[in-house]
Structure formats: structure tokens, C-alpha cells
């Protein structure tokens, strides 16, 4: 992977991180949030089994989100590992009630196959995880794998 798409690729995810801080606030400026959230869940790490995968591998993701009460309906998702077309390949998401402490949330993805066909070749790609409580964004955290042939 060149440095350019490297590059891009930040470039794409720093986007999106800025446009969910965007609509973040909107929601609390428009009185949307009923519930506070200060302190409520937080992205503890996110991880993978491996650093390497090959094609067809499946990957293992793990977000340990650390709750500072129970809580339900908290939504969690993986985006990223975008091809030369600016699609994510990777979308997971899932809502689940978290207990006080730690929580893991995990998600198991296909490893796409390299191929022009895909818009994928071998490199290092990233991918985001979010977490969402009371219709707000309280936590994001950026991952890198490297893929091969």
C-alpha cells in the first residue's frame, strides 16, 4: 500500500470521527440527550488475536468498553478496512446491556481476499470502533491490521 492511500485512508477516518463529533454536539445543543452520560461508558482497547491476517482469515475483534454503572441499549460498532473505492469492507454492530466494570463486545469478521476485483491489495489497513449511549458518541478507538495475499 502507498503512502497516498495511507494517507487517504486517515484522511476518510478522520472525517468521520469529526462528523459524528459534529452531530454529537447538535444533539446536545438541541436538548435531544435526556440521559447524562459524562462518564457512563468508555472504549477501554480494542484488539485483535493477531497483528497479521491472510486473506479468508477470520479476524477476531474485541472492544472492552468499561461501564461505571449498569447499563442498557448501548450500541457498539467496527467500521473500516476501506478498499481503493472508498467502500469499508468491515461494518459490524451490535447493542447489548453492559454490567459495572468491564465489558467485552466481540465481533468476528472475514479477512477480504486480495484481488483487484475486491479493490483490496496486501498492507495495513485500519478500522474504527464506536460506541454510542444516550444517542450520543461517548467513545471512538482506532485499530491496524496488516493483510497479506
Known amino acids: 500500500m502507498s503512502e497516498d492511500d495511507k494517507h487517504e485512508q486517515m484522511k476518510h477516518i478522520k472525517r468521520l470521527t469529526f462528523a459524528g463529533a459534529l452531530i454529537c454536539v447538535a444533539l446536545l445543543l438541541t436538548g435531544c440527550?435526556?440521559?447524562p452520560i459524562a462518564?457512563?461508558?468508555e472504549i477501554e482497547n480494542?484488539?485483535?488475536e493477531n497483528s497479521t491476517y491472510h486473506s479468508g482469515e477470520i479476524m477476531n475483534i474485541t472492544v472492552v468498553l468499561k461501564s461505571a454503572t449498569d447499563v442498557s441499549g448501548v450500541y457498539t460498532n467496527v467500521a473500516g478496512i476501506t478498499n481503493k473505492r472508498?467502500?469499508?469492507?468491515?461494518f459490524k454492530e451490535t447493542t447489548t446491556n453492559l454490567?459495572?466494570?468491564?465489558?467485552n463486545v466481540t465481533?468476528?469478521?472475514?479477512?477480504p481476499?486480495?484481488?483487484?476485483c475486491s479493490g483490496i491489495s496486501g498492507g495495513t489497513y485500519h478500522f474504527n470502533a464506536s460506541v454510542v449511549y444516550g444517542n450520543v458518541t461517548v467513545g471512538n478507538s482506532t485499530c491496524s491490521v496488516i493483510l497479506k495475499q
Do not use: H, I, Q
Open 99 to 103: 454490567t459495572r466494570g468491564l465489558n
Open 113 to 116: 481476499a486480495c484481488s483487484s
Open 46 to 48: 480494542v484488539t485483535t
Open 39 to 41: 462518564d457512563s461508558v
Open 33 to 35: 440527550v435526556t440521559k
Open 107 to 111: 465481533f468476528a469478521y472475514k479477512m
Open 86 to 90: 472508498g467502500k469499508n469492507m468491515l
